[in-house]
């Protein structure tokens, strides 16, 4: 990250409440072919969330705290706030003194801006504006939020435009926060209805919604240099099993979640 900080766009995407199994299940299915064609050749790797829903595991990856390899450690980090002890820093650990990623990315001279989704990233509030807070550009509206059966369509036309609207010469760190997969999730499900409810299958016909937009966020990415991008859930969520419905618990279903990186090239 010491050779990327500087020389490249960042772009972190985190597709809000996917669940590790059903995105391997589609990826082996072959039913997300454009995540598939920039995926490392091993997939998703499978890992644990640092949180159990999205302003947690937010705040925590915004400290450096990305989802941990779901396997003995250790696991040297990306990147990291500096603090005395870390004992997940190395070499390659691009370290930091600001308290998270977007204040010291602008401070090595980024251009750093989220589009946000789920409602804590809204600014209808003190809470849903303290993620938002951390960027010098933010974006929500109602149409990015997870009741609109559109939604990455929209959060992918206002990335593109922040893309465009960077200068040149700057870099840029942009966080986008898809909210398709987060309940309600149903009407991605053709033939569902809302009396059906969401389900696993409703959850992987929302991802497969996600697969068939995303190669235009890509593509903008990738358009001005070199893009190291991230794609990761913050954490899963559960459809009755053992009993739990949702997420903000401890489950398997929650806690295990998919994660890739990899550089987009122009």
Not at 187 to 209: I, K, V
Request: aromatic share 10%; glycine share 8%.
């Amino acid at each position: 990250m010491n050779e990327v900080v500087g020389t490249h766009d960042i772009l972190l995407v985190t597709l809000d409440t996917l669940r590790h199994d059903v995105a391997e299940r589609l990826l082996a299915e072959g039913r997300t072919p454009n995540l598939a064609a920039v995926l490392p050749d091993g997939g998703w790797e499978r890992r644990h969330a640092p949180a159990s829903f999205t302003y947690a595991s937010h705040l925590a990856m915004l400290a450096g705290f990305l989802p941990t390899p779901a396997e003995p450690g250790p696991h040297p980090r990306l990147f990291a706030a500096g603090f005395p002890g870390s004992a997940t820093t190395d070499g390659r650990t691009w370290t930091f003194d600001a308290p998270d990623l977007p204040t010291a990315l602008a401070e090595a001279g980024y251009h750093t801006a989220c589009v946000g989704g789920t409602g804590f990233f809204n600014r209808l509030s003190a809470l849903g504006s303290v993620l938002p807070d951390l960027f010098a550009e933010s974006h929500w509206e109602p149409a990015f939020g997870v009741a609109d059966p559109a939604s990455f369509e929209h959060q992918v036309a206002c990335a593109v435009e922040v893309v465009n609207t960077t200068p040149a010469d700057q870099p840029l760190f942009l966080l986008v926060n898809v909210s398709a997969l987060h309940q309600p999730n149903w009407f991605h499900l053709p033939g569902a209805t809302r009396e059906d409810g969401d389900s696993p299958a409703s959850h992987a016909a929302a991802l497969e919604y996600v697969d068939r937009h995303i190669p235009a966020l890509f593509d903008a990415a990738a358009a001005r240099r070199p893009c190291f991008t991230i794609v990761c859930s913050d954490h899963g969520t559960a459809y009755g099993e053992d009993g739990y419905t949702g997420h903000r618990l401890g489950h398997e279903t929650v806690w295990t979640v998919p994660y890739a990186h990899f550089t987009l090239r122009r």
